[in-house]
């Protein structure tokens, strides 16, 4: 088992910066890939980046691209995500999630084995 707990989230104006980060417990978290995803009210749970086990492997949603960047310290068990340019439709609930599914990395929801409870991020106009 893996634990996930996000924190991080809070309100910002448009075009401001948040850090979130999620830190690991249990297994291993250098074993495992990690991901963020996002639900806002009245949506489907949607991928925003993903990062492979080591790091050296990055993969980003197009709405994220140049503004969010995703990182991994193994040593430390914890995962971030740096969040710039917020815009007013990047609020959503925040999830981390992980997976040892044996790909590097994965854009797909059901694969990811463990989740967070999810931070709030809100971005005003």
């Known amino acids: 088992q893996v634990q996930l707990v996000e924190s991080g989230g809070g309100l910002v104006q448009a075009g401001g910066s948040l850090r979130l980060s999620c830190a690991a417990s249990g297994r291993t978290f250098s074993n495992y890939a990690m991901g963020w995803f996002r639900q806002a009210p009245g949506k489907e749970r949607e991928f925003v980046a993903t990062i492979s086990w080591s790091g050296s492997i990055t993969y980003y949603a197009d709405f994220v691209k140049g503004r969010f960047t995703i990182s991994k310290d193994n040593a430390k068990n914890t995962g971030d995500l740096q969040m710039n340019s917020l815009k007013p439709e990047d609020t959503a609930v925040y999830y981390c999630?992980?997976?040892?599914?044996?790909?590097?990395?994965?854009?797909?929801?059901?694969?990811?084995?463990?989740w967070g409870q999810g931070t709030q991020v809100t971005v005003s106009s």
């Open positions: 999630a992980a997976h040892n599914s044996g790909r590097p990395i994965t854009t797909i929801a059901r694969q990811y084995a463990y």
